[in-house]
């Protein structure tokens, strides 16, 4: 019995997954879900991303998912775009009818990208599709190199995966080649982007990446 | 009626974490739920708590709680201490019934403490109780100052606190008297320890803390 009630949550959610796809194709909108642990870097990748050259001339939304605070809003918005917060209130993972509720508070005509920032969570996000059009893993170097193998399936279906915290491997014992072989293993048709949000490091192929995506969709 | 469901498996649950605490305290055993992110320092915490002389000529054994992979388990057998590991396949938390599962193999009436390392999450594992004597949390410098206000419902829960990769800070902008004072206004009773696993700082006050939890059990 449990388990049917799962898959019949998961398969509500799937059904307003595909209703926010729709809404974003008929407005020609990319939507990026970006996934992560805690503290790996989600809302600077996107503080990035929003003033990246290569995305100059687009306009970028935020949808921007938390449990508690609204820190990680702030900052977004003080870089004068809009953005929708979600307070998840404990969930440990946005889901399709929290972003639909926040995609009808935004203006999708005037829109190029939209940023979904989920909850700080390598495990729980990545059963929830959103409706997005492309899914990113934003990962860093403190958090150890075997990340890909601990946990897989948020690897397994991202279509580009962000290394963060370039600057500070230094400070850690951390193998980028083991990294990056665990990712081609596991998902060959992966992007992979090694990037310092601190320095801009890898930021620009980072950003070549998503006008591509823009470019075919 | 998902609701009643998902109260039901609680309830379930919390029936089971009531029989791990009853076997633990027949058998005088302290079980310590070590909770975090991935990549926070789980596993080295575990292994400088088995290894640090304040303990000594205590036995410890440890249940090791993975979504995937047996390198933490095999990291911690190393040590030549009993170790159980429990693959979740997929479960973003351990429960109490895999934790009995755990408990049964291991020889409670020679161990003294028993670490139980959770899969790495900061929020979905703080929602189940084990049967554990303690909770603690294992947070870390690169994961920034803002988790307690940003992830607080395993904070608020927690025994103690311990916030790892000391040795980093001057590579991140990491505010630690922030830090302490957020865990301070969430959960004035929670001790509070600051340490390098790679250094060694600040260990022995985390040590003596928990052998003073066990001269109290």
Redesign the interface.
């Known amino acids: ?2 388990i049917k ?1 799962v898959e ?2 998961l398969a509500a959610n799937d059904a307003i997954a595909a209703q926010n796809r729709q809404l974003l194709e008929q407005n020609g909108v990319l939507a990026i879900n970006i996934m992560g ?3 790996a870097g989600k809302t600077s990748v996107a503080e990035r991303t929003i003033t990246a050259p290569a995305l100059g001339g687009l306009s970028v939304a935020v949808i921007e998912g ?4 609204r ?1 990680d809003a702030e900052r977004l918005a003080a870089l004068d775009i809009p953005v929708v917060h979600i307070a998840t209130g ?1 969930e ?1 993972h946005l889901d399709a009818p929290m972003v639909k509720q926040a995609l009808l508070q935004l203006d999708l005509t005037a829109a190029d990208v939209v940023l979904i920032e989920n ?6 996000p990545a059963e929830y599709d959103l409706g997005q059009g492309k899914k990113v893993v934003v990962s ?1 170097v ?3 190199h ?2 890909v ?5 948020m690897f397994r279906l991202a279509d580009a995966v962000v290394l963060n ?1 370039l ?2 491997i230094d ?2 014992d951390f193998d980028a080649q083991r990294f990056e072989a665990n990712l081609k293993d596991l998902n060959p048709e992966a992007a992979f982007f090694a990037v310092s949000c601190r320095t801009g490091q890898g930021i620009e192929a980072w950003a070549d990446w998503i006008r591509a995506q823009l470019a075919r969709s």
Not at 66 to 69: E, G, K, R, Y
């Open positions: 019995v449990q009630v019949k949550i642990s805690p503290g938390d449990i508690a605070t820190y404990g440990c909850v700080g969570n390598l495990v729980c860093s403190p958090e150890g075997d990340k193998e601990k946990y897989p399936l915290k600057d500070t400070a850690f």
